[in-house]
């Protein structure tokens, strides 16, 4: 375990971004969370007030023998919507924007190589506008937010936003999924 990295990325909300991790293989552990902004320890309601400058995040623990951070952006891209600033969805705010927090320059050149193909290939048919910046801080969101769409599959939001991410995401990537 003492060989594992860390990503943190920003996808919209982190509810989605969070069930979709739990279940690639080589992922260790996910945490919902914080990142990027300039209050220390802000709140969900701080976060979601737009004056933290924060993104909802998740913070992904990964054995890179197993899976590469390629592969993690792989996923990333594929489960949501790089090519919306600020907006996921009905989820709007600079909260919810698309965003690669780098921990190293290898992290920095694998992102931005990956976008630079994904845009040379039209994939979305827009440009993508997903922020690559240096990863600075990140802060846990409450207990609550953790392992959300596992606790609570059959709320609203979850049933209709989250399980059809989630879904796509066992379908497209059947072959990188936990057996537990």
Aim: some cysteine; glycine content about 8%.
């Amino acid at each position: 375990m003492e060989n594992l990295e860390t990503a943190t990325l920003g996808g919209g909300c982190f509810w989605c971004t969070e069930a979709v991790f739990d279940d690639l293989i080589g992922v260790v552990d996910v945490v919902s969370g914080y990142s990027g902004g300039h209050k220390e320890n802000p709140t969900y309601q701080e976060v979601c007030s737009e004056t933290t400058g924060h993104a909802e995040v998740v913070q992904i623990k990964f054995d890179p023998s197993v899976t590469t951070f390629k592969e993690i952006l792989q996923v990333f891209f594929a489960t949501h919507d790089p090519t919306t600033l600020n907006r996921q969805g009905n989820d709007v705010g600079k909260s919810y924007r698309s965003a690669i927090f780098y921990h190293s320059d290898e992290q920095k050149r694998t992102a931005k190589n990956l976008i630079a193909e994904i845009e040379e290939d039209d994939v979305f048919g827009a440009p993508v506008v997903t922020e690559v910046t240096e990863f600075t801080n990140f802060y846990p969101a409450e207990d609550y937010h953790q392992e959300y769409y596992a606790k609570n599959p059959n709320q609203g939001y979850c049933a209709a936003v989250v399980g059809p991410k989630v879904a796509k995401f066992r379908k497209v990537f059947a072959d990188k999924l936990k057996t537990e």
